[in-house]
């Protein structure tokens, strides 16, 4: 974490993805937007980071090595914690998408994404996030 992090009371969007240049441009883009970051190498690294319960919003890679992001996606599901997920992915199948949309991704977007399309789909899943301590009034 560096300076730039917000406070901890603000959401959380959390990026796994495995490609460093995307974890870092998307990192300093909601930085940047005024919105709460963090990124992680891997779903591993993401499942022992301690993040996972503060998470809002899930900017989430399809294809990784080790657990992928279907899998992260499903082990997510099986636990009481629910996380609106958002894939992003350049190389996915279409029966990828449609399983992770099935499975409740609130989105699933093409790379490379613009920065617009990104924003607004993680803006949507905030403001719709009325199960979350920092939405309540």
Not at 34 to 44: D, I, K, P, Q, V
Not at 97 to 107: I, Q
């Amino acid at each position: 974490m560096d300076a730039k992090t917000k406070t901890v009371g603000e959401p959380l969007v959390s990026i796994v993805d495995d490609d460093v240049s995307v974890r870092r441009s998307t990192r300093r883009l909601l930085l940047s937007s005024g919105l709460r970051a963090e990124a992680f190498a891997s779903a591993e690294d993401f499942l022992q980071s301690g993040r996972v319960a503060e998470t809002a919003c899930l900017l989430l890679d399809v294809r990784m090595p080790g657990i992928d992001g279907l899998e992260l996606q499903r082990r997510l599901s099986e636990t009481d914690r629910i996380i609106p997920i958002i894939f992003l992915s350049a190389r996915a199948s279409e029966e990828e998408e449609r399983r992770a949309l099935r499975a409740g991704a609130a989105d699933f977007l093409r790379k490379p994404v613009s920065k617009e399309a990104l924003l607004h789909a993680i803006r949507a899943v905030l403001e719709n996030s009325t199960n979350y301590p920092w939405s309540k009034s």
